[in-house]
Structure formats: C-alpha cells, structure tokens
C-alpha cells in the first residue's frame, strides 16, 4: 500500500514507516548508553528537524544526561543554499563534558563540520555525532558518525521533523519526494 501525502505544492510517498524508525532509534540509545555507561552525556538537539528525533531517543536513554538545543539554517525549499547561519547558539557550558549532537539528517555534512569546529572552541572532553539519517552519496567532508539510524539515497524527504518550507514534520512516518 503506497500512502502519498501533499506537502505544499509537491507530493511526497511513504519511504520509512513509523515502526522502522522506532525500532532504529532504540537500536541507537542501547549504544549510546552502554558506550557512554558511567558518564553524564550533554544531548545537543540541532533546531528545528531533530526536535522529534531528540525526543524519541532520550525516552530510550536510561543514563543521567542533559539537553540543549542550537538551531542552525542552511536550507531553503529542496535544496541547501551552503552558506549556515547560527540562529540560536549553545546557552550552556560543555567544558569538559562528553557531547553528542543530535541532528536529523546529514547530507553534505557542511552544517555539522561548521558545528563541530564551533563546539571544539568551548573545550568538552569529547563530541559524537548521532544522525537518524545519513546520505552517504552526498557527503562533501569527511566525518565520523559515531551513531546512524539509517543510511539513505539522495533524495529529498520530510515527516518525523524533518520538513518541505517549514511544512510536514508532523508526520510519523518520513516521505520521499515523488518525481512529477
């Protein structure tokens, strides 16, 4: 059964069900606790995609830990413009704590890799990068996801936070952008 859904001007198709996601995020926090076993992590959620994604896993996180929240931009409609702009920074000290930045998606990369050598300058004892979907096909820098949900093609998708102009992130499952 293929469920499409309008967002906009544009149709999108089921491409992850709801339970895939699920049973990945939890795949997710079992490693992040045993990894981070003994230590009091700082959740650092990327605004406005991983809002659903942050929520999600730090119910399934079962280690004493914080959260905060940054918000970067560098998207526009279905595609990045390159250029990020920090639209609300850290507002809390990581000196010397373990951090792992939640984000979304990571496609080029360029928004984390600015954010890494943001987050470097404030000196924590170590940074991690969680992602519940990476684009392997698309990255222009190199590095190291520590904890993926799931890898995907190149094509656009919203649903479960992740959004078309700022529509259709309140979705369970996430949708693939359907060619006209």
Same mark, same amino acid.
């Given at each position: /059964?293929?469920?499409?859904?309008?967002?906009?001007?544009?149709?999108?198709?089921?491409?992850?069900?709801?339970?895939?996601?699920?049973?990945?995020?939890? #795949?997710?926090?079992?490693?992040?606790?045993?990894?981070?076993?003994?230590?009091?992590?700082?959740?650092?959620?990327?605004?406005?995609?991983?809002?659903?994604?942050?929520?999600?896993?730090? #119910?399934?996180?079962?280690?004493?830990?914080?959260?905060?929240?940054? #918000?970067?931009?560098?998207?526009?409609?279905?595609?990045?413009?390159?250029?990020?702009?920090?639209? /609300?920074?850290?507002? /809390?000290?990581?000196?010397?704590?373990?951090?792992?930045?939640?984000?979304?998606?990571?496609?080029?990369?360029?928004? /984390?890799?600015?954010?890494?050598?943001?987050?470097?300058?404030?000196?924590?004892?170590?940074?991690?990068?969680?992602?519940?979907?990476?684009?392997?096909?698309?990255?222009?820098?190199?590095?190291?996801?520590?904890?993926?949900?799931?890898?995907?093609?190149?094509?656009?998708?919203?649903?479960?936070?992740?959004?078309?102009?700022?529509?259709?992130?309140?979705?369970?499952?996430?949708?693939?952008?359907?060619?006209?």
């Amino acid at each position: /059964m293929s469920r499409v859904i309008q967002v906009r001007d544009k149709q999108f198709a089921v491409s992850i069900p709801e339970e895939q996601i699920r049973k990945e995020v939890k #795949r997710v926090a079992k490693e992040i606790c045993r990894d981070y076993e003994g230590t009091q992590p700082v959740f650092l959620a990327v605004l406005n995609g991983s809002f659903i994604f942050a929520a999600d896993l730090l #119910r399934e996180i079962d280690i004493p830990c914080e959260i905060s929240f940054v #918000r970067l931009a560098s998207y526009q409609g279905v595609s990045t413009t390159g250029e990020i702009r920090e639209v /609300m920074g850290l507002n /809390m000290d990581i000196t010397g704590r373990p951090v792992i930045v939640l984000e979304d998606i990571v496609d080029t990369g360029l928004t /984390m890799a600015h954010m890494l050598e943001t987050l470097k300058a404030h000196n924590p004892s170590s940074i991690d990068i969680c992602t519940l979907l990476l684009k392997p096909g698309k990255l222009q820098v190199k590095l190291d996801v520590r904890y993926c949900c799931m890898e995907i093609p190149n094509d656009f998708i919203v649903g479960y936070g992740l959004d078309y102009d700022s529509f259709g992130r309140n979705t369970k499952d996430i949708y693939t952008l359907v060619d006209k």
